[in-house]
């Protein structure tokens, strides 16, 4: 498998945000786990005042939210002399009254809450990297990177496929036992989402199990993957699992292109598109103990498709449609707002969502 640099999901840790203590809180946490990935005195600075200006605008605004963060790599050509760099995520969550004019709360001392105004502006200045999607009544969520190290990761590579994910334990969990992974492999670009049976340790042991398979075979065949994560995961408890590969490029010649799904249990997968939803269909059965049938089905793979794979810990009646705009967001606000407004609350909860940069969009 040609590994992704931040292909491998990194649980996010959660912050509550419900009162000034919180923010303090969450500042010093992420402010840790930033200095343990090489962040300076500096670059800490920054990543201090966009926690703060997002911790307190959901204050003023919702009263309550949430912001998960977890490290990134950041991947680089070959033929580069630079290190890969590496980061920090951070995603800003609340279900508040959304913002009606997204491109004026950026300026300067526009405010609807009677506050100077320079959050949202200072957030942008200081962020490396920076998508929002809002919307009246439906709340705001932010994708905000920043990264260590400055100076140009030159030549950055353009991964065909832009994707995200949220990935996170049962609350009062510490390791999660849901992981997922992803690659390219034989001209496609191939995920795999694990639920290992439960919660906790042994849970989490199932699914690097199966995260481990994924990367030593090295194939985009979806069935072969779940076979083998068969038998790899038979000294543990078990999991459901789903294996899903799109073309990591355009066809040629106005060929058809399918998205491909092997699935044994509750994984839930399907291609999105605005013309509707179709629905990729899982075996019932437990990986690594009952497996009476591995079967690959497709459906077709458009250019305005996006591919969305979640475990049992979020619930399967959302429907995009009803987030104006967003599908054209960043793949991990598409997965946050899921997670946002569908987390079962007592379960791990991985929500993956992958959408093709086609060569047009590059």
């Given at each position: 498998m040609e590994?992704?640099?931040?292909?491998?999901?990194?649980?996010?840790?959660?912050?509550?945000?419900?009162?000034?203590?919180?923010?303090?809180?969450?500042?010093?946490?992420?402010?840790?786990?930033?200095?343990?990935?090489?962040?300076?005195?500096?670059?800490?600075?920054?990543?201090?005042?966009?926690?703060t200006e997002c911790a307190t605008n959901q204050l003023k605004h919702a009263q309550h939210g949430e912001l998960l963060v977890r490290p990134i790599v950041r991947a680089v050509t070959p033929a580069s002399a630079l290190p890969a760099s590496c980061g920090i995520e951070l995603l800003a969550i609340d279900s508040g009254p959304g913002i009606r004019d997204l491109h004026a709360c950026f300026d300067d001392g526009y405010t609807t809450a009677g506050s100077p105004g320079n959050g949202m502006g200072a957030i942008q200045r200081l962020s490396d990297e920076l998508d929002i999607w809002s919307m009246p009544g439906l709340g705001?969520?932010?994708?905000?990177?920043?990264?260590?190290?400055?100076?140009?990761?030159?030549p950055v590579r353009s991964e065909p496929v832009a994707y995200g994910a949220i990935n996170l334990p049962l609350q009062g969990e510490t390791l999660c036992g849901d992981a997922w992974i992803c690659g390219y492999a034989e001209g496609e670009f191939v995920v795999l989402v694990v639920d290992g049976l439960g919660h906790g340790p042994l849970a989490h042991t199932a699914a690097l199990a199966a995260t481990d398979t994924f990367t030593r075979l090295g194939t985009s065949n979806v069935?072969?993957?779940?076979?083998?994560?068969?038998?790899?995961?038979?000294?543990?408890?078990?999991?459901?699992?789903?294996?899903?590969?799109?073309?990591?490029?355009?066809?040629?010649?106005?060929?058809?292109?399918?998205?491909?799904?092997?699935?044994?249990?509750?994984?839930?997968?399907s291609v999105w598109t605005p013309a509707g939803q179709r629905h990729l269909v899982s075996h019932a059965g437990i990986v690594g103990h009952q497996l009476r049938k591995a079967q690959e089905f497709q459906v077709g793979w458009p250019r305005d498709g996006l591919l969305i794979l979640h475990s049992d810990g979020l619930a399967t009646r959302w429907d995009l449609s009803k987030y104006p705009g967003l599908t054209h967001r960043h793949p991990t606000l598409i997965a946050t707002?899921?997670?946002?407004?569908?987390?079962?609350?007592?379960?791990?909860?991985?929500?993956f969502v992958a959408r093709a940069e086609r060569t047009g969009d590059l």
């Open positions: 590994a992704i640099l931040n292909g491998l999901s990194v649980t996010q840790r959660r912050f509550e945000i419900g009162d000034s203590s919180s923010v303090s809180f969450a500042r010093r946490g992420i402010g840790d786990m930033a200095f343990s990935v090489g962040f300076n005195e500096t670059v800490l600075g920054k990543l201090a005042i966009i926690v705001t969520v932010l994708r905000i990177v920043v990264w260590a190290d400055a100076r140009p990761a030159a069935v072969n993957i779940v076979e083998a994560s068969h038998d790899a995961l038979r000294p543990t408890r078990g999991a459901a699992l789903g294996v899903a590969s799109v073309p990591a490029f355009d066809a040629a010649d106005g060929a058809l292109a399918n998205a491909r799904f092997c699935g044994v249990g509750n994984i839930a997968a707002v899921l997670y946002r407004d569908f987390a079962r609350g007592r379960d791990d909860v991985t929500v």
